[in-house]
């Protein structure tokens, strides 16, 4: 079977994808990248701007750029400036572009507002602070589907849900105070619908959460395998973990997430030291593998069958990154076939440099529909609250197409509750489960909103 899967693959679809980088002028000049030196992204993009930690004396501070201010940056440019400690990392809401979080060595997180102008003065006043941390806040992470759940995790061995867009609540997980010495967390990772945490602590070893009440559901032996990163491999049932064998070869391992026992897979890739950053793309099944302070991005094709995962190619650049953002989906031009978008942060340049992954097509500028199936979009599924009180929904999907609605599965106002009990015939889309939607009920999901937005 191996045989018929490895043909079946060679006519993949993505086998000639391509990396084409941004021109300098189309890249972001004279950014001070930051040089703390964690195992963090320091990046991070949506459709309106490019967040990119910065060096800056006393204090941390990360600058803000609107998406298509590319070019020169100008070094006085107004920065987000209120942390009194070096900002770890930076992460925008997933459900709102003018909202972003960010952690820091001052022991706390904040969030932000952004005004749609963009940062026009140097910006000090967060609209919240979130204290609560007794050592440094190394990680933080949206949670996927529920709105204003943010998860941080701080080197006081506390993992805290910060809750609520105004009345933050904070939730502690109990797990943390009994494990003290292996919850130095290295790395943690949603899985879609946001009902369990992969983490990789500083023992090295993979654990399932439940997030909800921080008890470990699984955890991986120590043998073979010393994780750094650890990645849901959504849509697939399986987790991927990167981070080195025991003869020191930087290696990538597949699991169960029911059943961390052994491991699904294990492949060792070559002798490097850097961390491998991994990203996965649900909707083309592509694993994207960016080795830190290397210049280069492995790329593979993911399936559900033995041998669960096949190499595509390597995108080799002489310019080393020394952490990288990524682009939303809805984000992406989908005109020019483009799959995938990082934000190389390549920080012996000061430069921030895009690159686009691209499937080559022949008729250029129509929509290719197998490449853009319908996908998490920028709606929350619930609020926090209906997450906390034990409601599991998955991601809310849109349409890459331009001008297409795909009918959100969760109304929220009574209003459109009622209008859905009167559309119960249509079968709305739950996550990737369902079946595809057809053109027909797409227009006549099309009629609906427009007679509910009339």
């Not at 693959?9 to 930051?34: A, L, M, N, Q």
């Not at 750029?65 to 992460?91: A, E, F, M, N, Y």
Request: proline share 7%; aromatic share 10%.
């Amino acid at each position: 079977s191996t045989m018929s899967w490895r043909s079946s693959f060679r006519c993949s679809k993505f086998r000639h994808v391509f990396g084409k980088p941004s021109t300098k002028e189309h890249s972001y000049d004279g950014v001070p990248i930051t040089r703390s030196v964690h195992d963090n992204h320091y990046c991070s993009a949506n459709p309106c701007f490019i967040a990119v930690v910065t060096e800056c004396a006393g204090g941390g501070s990360f600058l803000v750029l609107p998406i298509h201010h590319t070019g020169r940056v100008d070094p006085q440019h107004p920065r987000v400036c209120g942390h009194s400690g070096r900002v770890l990392d930076v992460k925008w809401n997933p459900f709102d572009d003018h909202c972003i979080a960010s952690c820091s060595e001052d022991c706390t997180v904040k969030i932000w507002d952004i005004p749609v102008c963009g940062v026009q003065q140097n910006l000090t006043k967060a609209r919240k602070t979130l204290i609560g941390h007794s050592r440094r806040v190394g990680l933080i992470e949206w949670h996927p589907t529920a709105e204003n759940l943010l998860l941080s995790s701080a080197y006081d061995y506390k993992v805290r849900q910060l809750i609520g867009q105004y009345p933050v609540r904070v939730v502690l997980m109990p797990v943390y105070n009994r494990y003290p010495s292996d919850t130095l967390l290295l790395s943690v990772s949603f899985n879609s619908d946001g009902s369990r945490l992969a983490v990789t602590s500083k023992d090295r070893r993979v654990r399932v959460l439940d997030p909800r009440t921080g008890k470990i559901l699984q955890v991986s032996s120590s043998k073979s395998h010393r994780a750094s990163k650890v990645l849901y491999i959504g849509g697939l049932k399986m987790l991927l973990s990167t981070g080195s064998s025991p003869w020191n070869h930087r290696q990538i391992v597949l699991w169960d997430p029911d059943d961390l026992s052994e491991p699904l897979y294990e492949e060792d890739l070559d002798g490097s030291a850097g961390v491998l950053f991994p990203f996965y793309d649900p909707d083309t099944h592509m694993l994207y593998l960016a080795g830190k302070g290397d210049g280069n991005i492995r790329y593979y094709e993911l399936s559900a069958e033995k041998p669960y995962i096949s190499f595509l190619t390597e995108y080799r650049s002489l310019l080393p990154q020394k952490g990288l953002g990524v682009m939303p989906k809805r984000g992406l031009d989908v005109s020019a076939c483009e799959i995938f978008r990082f934000y190389r942060l390549i920080a012996i340049k000061d430069l921030v440099e895009p690159l686009s992954m691209i499937v080559p097509r022949k008729e250029s500028g129509i929509f290719q529909e197998d490449l853009f199936p319908v996908t998490a979009g920028n709606q929350a599924a619930m609020t926090a609250q209906e997450w906390l009180s034990g409601i599991n929904r998955g991601p809310v999907l849109m349409s890459l197409k331009p001008g297409t609605q795909v009918a959100n599965p969760y109304p929220e106002t009574p209003a459109e509750k009622g209008l859905v009990r009167q559309l119960s015939s249509l079968r709305f889309q739950r996550g990737p489960a369902a079946g595809a939607v057809t053109g027909t009920d797409l227009d006549f999901m099309e009629e609906v909103n427009a007679e509910y937005l009339a």
